[in-house]
T-cell receptor, first 114, second 111 residues
Framework: ETGVTQTPRHLVMGMTNKKSLKCEQHLGHNAMYWYKQSAKKPLELMFVYNFKEQTENNSVPSRFSPECPNSSHLFLHLHTLQPEDSALYLC?????????????FGPGTRLTVT | EDQVTQSPEALRLQEGESSSLNCSYTVSGLRGLFWYRQDPGKGPEFLFTLYSAGEEKEKERLKATLTKKESFLHITAPKPEDSATYLCAAATLNRDDKIIFGKGTRLHILP
């Protein structure tokens, strides 16, 4: 595997389900990110981890819970989601923080909440 | 308020017809301006970073330029494979460092 991988690629879940998204980066980077991408809207930064420590949480609802067990893996735990949470969820990594270094993105998980 | 605006929202060109995409930014201080390309069903792919007004970078048919208020992505003699959504993002240089993305320009090159 190379670059940034994400699983699953597609996910359909009901509002009462609990699921997790997984991201793995094979680039030796120190920072990892979760973004939400919705139609007609800019990429929304959700969470930032730098050296496994969460450095940013952009007022994301508590139904989204991130976990970063090491600098190569990032999870997004989902529970009690709403239909408006349907979107493409992108994981990214960078050598350092994204304000200085370019980010490398995974292919995303297309989430549909029914 | 910091913001990034891209125009046009969508652009259709004939193969070989050169044009430019615009990214206007309003930030308290610019650390860097990033351009990404996103193909359908994929994550964004890094193209360029520009740091100071007057800077230019090129890659194949693409050239990115930067002024104090905006950045342009010039596409020379495009080919159908250049069709994609192009995103720009401004990284701020202040105590609350952040990166702000525009909504993107959807580019379609007709053969």
């Amino acid at each position: 595997e190379t670059g940034v991988t994400q699983t699953p690629r597609h996910l359909v879940m009901g509002m009462t389900n609990k699921k997790s998204l997984k991201c793995e980066q094979h680039l030796g980077h120190n920072a990892m990110y979760w973004y939400k991408q919705s139609a007609k809207k800019p990429l929304e930064l959700m969470f930032v981890y730098n050296f496994k420590e969460q450095t940013e949480n952009n007022s994301v609802p508590s139904r989204f819970s991130p976990e970063c067990p090491n600098s190569s893996h990032l999870f997004l735990h989902l529970h009690t989601l709403q239909p408006e949470d349907s979107a493409l969820y992108l994981c990214a990594s960078s050598q350092g923080l994204a304000t200085t270094y370019e980010q490398y993105f995974g292919p995303g998980t297309r989430l549909t909440v029914t | 308020e910091d913001q990034v605006t891209q125009s046009p929202e969508a652009l259709r060109l004939q193969e070989g017809e050169s044009s430019s995409l615009n990214c206007s930014y309003t930030v308290s201080g610019l650390r860097g301006l990033f351009w990404y390309r996103q193909d359908p069903g994929k994550g964004p792919e890094f193209l360029f970073t520009l740091y100071s007004a007057g800077e230019e970078k090129e890659k194949e048919r693409l050239k990115a330029t930067l002024t104090k208020k905006e950045s342009f992505l010039h596409i020379t003699a495009p080919k159908p494979e250049d069709s994609a959504t192009y995103l720009c993002a401004a990284a701020t240089l202040n105590r609350d460092d952040k990166i702000i993305f525009g909504k993107g320009t959807r580019l379609h090159i007709l053969p």
